[in-house]
């Protein structure tokens, strides 16, 4: 399926139903058809043939995702930017992913025309919302006319690594790779009559990609263009919400919120969770205060979120009682995927044992653009590495202790940064918190946390420290702790380790 087959699969079950939703203003399924086709018909006049890219960059909007089912129709490749990026990260992002058309929001127009002339391939500039000299507004760009292509090439959407470690990497998308995630979210998850989906967070990532599944059900989709956490519990209110995604912190700042208590959650079916590590104990209360509705994802870019699936139900005992010691895992390898455990030298190892998570399935990636060296590297011994460190129990349940690369290897030991935070997070006032390894003569690195305490609270770091020592023992607990008025994050909320680790080390 191509991504506008989700589209016209659910226009199929009801034409003139509710779509896409933002505010007072809603677009049917025929509408959004209607607009997909003039956006197909109005990128091959501009010169746009299959398999060339055209990026969006745009806050979450209606109109602008329904360019990407237009770039689908016209057999391009869909190449989302996060609004959030800065003018050098959207320059790097347009130039190595070769983007010949831009679609953009006003907003975004002095940093569109700040990088514009760095990019010769990017010949055509669409204007949603207003008049830019240099760009086309959007409506006289689109004319009347209507496009149904059959594309040539099956690469649905280029997606960029965060690159905190050095230039970014193009992740290929195939439309095979959106089909296995669609159907496995299908298939693993909770869906009772038309869904209504709630997307809060960027449309660019996780939030927009849930979309596909939602819309093959001939579900609606409610935007919100900013993250409003009170908005949020309102919308899931009168709009009788079934489906949403949160990551960890915008969960934990939710548990927080005044008007939760308030609130009827009864219509949730599924509230999906993922993108980072989640606290056992914040998850626990999610589970006592939102309901028994709480399912993880586990994944990433190269093998979007559906690696292992944990279902409402798995979170629990058969007997109803939640089953703590497994909150800490992703869940179960997901039906269409194979999921093992490797060692440094391409041996698979036995359940509880330690390893690198590594994955067989039609849900990873075709490579990644225009760089083979890593593309081999990720898929050494005919399996895609994912660069998480975790190991299988005897039931299957995958858990991830660290991404390699956030391994401390202290006094010889080697210690979890994710089991360290975890421990962290169940000591109450805590809001969120980041462990990293620092040189040390003595034990080679230290362990180092940094927390950031709820608004109502102050920690204390010996009493912190004594807590932590009774649960993970004198290795693992931090040496240093420091307390600070906020973290930094990346533009999808996680914990920076590397930003923290380079501001301690001056």
Same mark, same amino acid.
């Given at each position: ?37 003039? &956006? ?13 890219? &055209? ?61 514009? !002339? ?11 919302? +207003? ?27 280029? &997606? ?83 489906? /949403? ?15 939760? !208590? ?57 007997? +109803? ?16 995927? /194979? ?27 075709? +490579? ?17 590495? /994912? ?46 918190? +980041? ?5 040390? !003569? ?7 946390? &940094? ?56």
């Amino acid at each position: 399926m191509r991504l506008t087959d989700y589209l016209d699969k659910g226009a199929s079950l009801g034409p003139a139903a509710p779509c896409l939703t933002m505010g007072d203003r809603t677009l049917s399924y025929a509408d959004v058809q209607h607009l997909s086709r003039r &956006v197909a018909a109005a990128l091959a006049r501009s010169g746009i043939t299959p398999g060339d890219t &055209v990026a969006v960059l745009s806050g979450n909007d209606p109109t602008a995702f329904s360019c990407v089912f237009g770039i689908s129709r016209a057999g391009a490749v869909w190449c989302p930017i996060n609004p959030r990026n800065e003018a050098a990260e959207n320059r790097d992002l347009l130039d190595l992913f070769d983007c010949r058309c831009l679609i953009f929001q006003k907003a975004f127009g002095p940093l569109v025309d700040r990088i514009r !002339e760095q990019l010769p391939l990017l010949t055509t500039l669409v204007c949603l919302d +207003g008049d830019e000299e240099y760009a086309h507004p959007f409506d006289d760009w689109l004319g009347t006319e209507l496009l149904e292509a059959d594309p040539v090439d099956d690469l649905a959407m280029i &997606v960029g690594t965060g690159g905190t470690t050095g230039r970014p990497k193009g992740v290929m998308l195939t439309d095979r790779n959106i089909e296995t995630m669609s159907a496995l979210t299908l298939m693993s998850y909770p869906f009772d009559g038309r869904p209504v989906y709630l997307a809060l967070a960027p449309l660019t990532h996780a939030a927009g990609v849930l979309c596909f599944p939602i819309l093959t059900l001939g579900g609606q989709v409610v935007i919100m263009p900013s993250p409003d956490l009170g908005q949020f519990l309102a919308h899931i209110d009168r709009d009788r919400v079934t489906h /949403t995604f949160l990551p960890p912190t915008l969960i934990y700042m939710l548990l927080d919120h005044a008007d939760l !208590e308030n609130t009827d959650l009864g219509s949730l079916q599924c509230f999906w969770y993922g993108a980072a590590p989640i606290s056992p104990t914040r998850l626990e209360e999610a589970l006592t205060r939102i309901g028994p509705v709480m399912a993880q994802l586990f994944g990433q870019s190269e093998a979007p979120m559906m690696i292992a699936t944990m279902a409402p139900k798995d979170h629990f005992h058969e007997d +109803g009682s939640v089953a703590t010691a497994r909150l800490r895992s992703a869940g179960r390898p997901s039906p269409l995927v /194979t999921v093992a455990i490797m060692d440094g030298h391409g041996a698979l190892l036995p359940a509880g044992e330690r390893g690198e998570v590594v994955v067989r399935s039609s849900l990873v990636m075709r +490579g990644y653009y225009k760089n083979p060296v890593a593309t081999q590297e990720a898929s050494a011994h005919g399996w895609h590495h /994912t660069g998480d460190i975790g190991y299988l129990d005897d039931d299957n349940f995958l858990y991830i202790v660290d991404r390699a690369k956030d391994m401390i290897i202290t006094g010889g030991f080697n210690v979890y940064s994710v089991e360290v935070e975890q421990a962290l997070m169940a000591y109450p006032g805590i809001q969120d918190c +980041g462990v990293i390894g620092l040189p040390d !003569e003595k034990w080679g690195e230290r362990v180092v946390a &940094v927390v950031q305490s709820r608004a109502d609270s102050q920690i204390a770091a010996d009493e912190l420290t004594a807590f932590v020592k009774a649960r993970i023992g004198s290795v693992k607990t931090p040496k240093e702790i420091l307390v600070w008025p906020d973290l930094p994050r990346s533009k999808l909320g996680k914990v920076l380790k590397n930003e923290i680790k380079q501001k301690l080390l001056g």
